[in-house]
């Protein structure tokens, strides 16, 4: 087989978005080039100009639609990809619920035409696919471990990670052995890369945290909202398993190397989180002491839906993907405001 940087190219759906840049970053470090497909319904060209400028090297873009079947096949067909990582799709939880109807047409169709893709252009494929810890609803134990029932998703956005789960272990099923998938189930990535130059820039309102607290610091935003100071936590406040995006996007290499070790007709799945709980309030404080900077926040009622407590057991991936995070909240905080910083400037 020829050993060319072409031949280990690894297809990106969704490779300019937030999580998806950084792992164009570590694939570029593992001598796997990305080549990212991206609409840039919900990035920007900014994030390949930060690709380019970390790993020096200029990514492989091509601005489609993952669900056009006859764009991917030919980008398929010409950097001869047998892996892929795919991303792609719509993220924001609300908008799923008032919008439904485009979160299926979206969320599942680009795995469909990803799996008819690699299916008809040699009929073999290695398939990471994006999903997230949101598939367990309300966990029946914590820490959350891959044996946790899945499927009881609140909103139609963790019903698409769900169902795209089933079609992807089914096509794997009918492939005879000519695919394979890892799963891999995100906790709740935030920070950035070191370099500032990549980072989380949500259009709109903030869906998440982390983005919402420095924009705060920012001065974009008067002040943080915290739903809820009366769960049974130890100050109140809803605790999370926050992830490190780069520890995050490290997974995916990993997992891509347990692929490419343990042949093909396999479907596993793996938590990506740190095993520790943090509150919503430790976040704060934590990010107030390492930037030196005050984050005016305000309790509000809690949300409907969300639950005091969820933080993954990770050990699976440790222990078979020789993965486990090693970056810390500080480190999560101060490299989520560096990339504000540097971002915001670099706008201007």
């Not at 001598?31 to 380019?52: M, Q």
Request: charged share 25%; hydrophobic share 35%.
């Amino acid at each position: 087989m020829q050993n060319t940087a072409e031949s280990r190219a690894v297809l990106l759906t969704g490779g300019a978005g937030y999580i998806g840049s950084h792992i164009a970053v570590e694939l570029a470090a593992s001598g796997r080039p990305a080549v990212i497909v991206d609409n840039l319904c919900n990035s920007s060209e900014e994030a390949l100009r930060g690709i380019a400028e970390i790993t020096g090297v200029e990514p492989v873009f091509y601005r489609t639609d993952a669900r056009d079947k006859d764009a991917m096949r030919e980008i398929v067909k010409k950097h001869n990809i047998t892996e892929a990582i795919h991303l792609a799709g719509l993220k924001s939880v609300a908008e799923s619920v008032s919008n439904p109807l485009e979160y299926y047409k979206v969320n599942l169709g680009t795995t469909l035409t990803l799996l008819e893709v690699l299916s008809e252009c040699g009929g073999t494929g290695k398939v990471i696919f994006s999903s997230s810890a949101t598939v367990y609803g309300v966990p029946d134990h914590i820490p959350v471990d891959e044996d946790a029932f899945a499927g009881t998703c609140f909103n139609p956005y963790g019903r698409t990670k769900y169902f795209n789960e089933q079609i992807i272990a089914d096509v794997v099923a009918a492939s005879e052995g000519r695919l394979s998938a890892v799963l891999l189930r995100y906790f709740n990535p935030i920070g950035a890369h070191p370099s500032g130059l990549i980072g989380e820039v949500p259009t709109g309102v903030p869906n998440n945290l982390m983005p919402y607290i420095t924009q705060v610091a920012a001065g974009k935003r008067e002040k943080l909202y915290v739903y809820g100071n009366d769960y049974e936590t130890r100050d109140g406040t809803g605790v999370r398993d926050y992830i490190h995006v780069v520890d995050l996007a490290r997974g995916h290499v990993k997992a891509l190397e347990w692929l490419e070790r343990h042949g093909e007709g396999k479907v596993e799945i793996f938590n990506l989180g740190t095993g520790r709980g943090s509150s919503v309030l430790e976040i704060v404080h934590t990010f107030e002491r390492v930037n030196n900077i005050k984050i005016p926040y305000e309790f509000a009622p809690r949300r409907p839906g969300d639950i005091a407590e969820y933080y993954a057991d990770p050990s699976k991936a440790e222990r078979e993907l020789g993965w486990r995070a090693e970056l810390s909240l500080e480190d999560m905080c101060r490299d989520a405001w560096n990339a504000e910083k540097t971002l915001q400037s670099r706008a201007k």
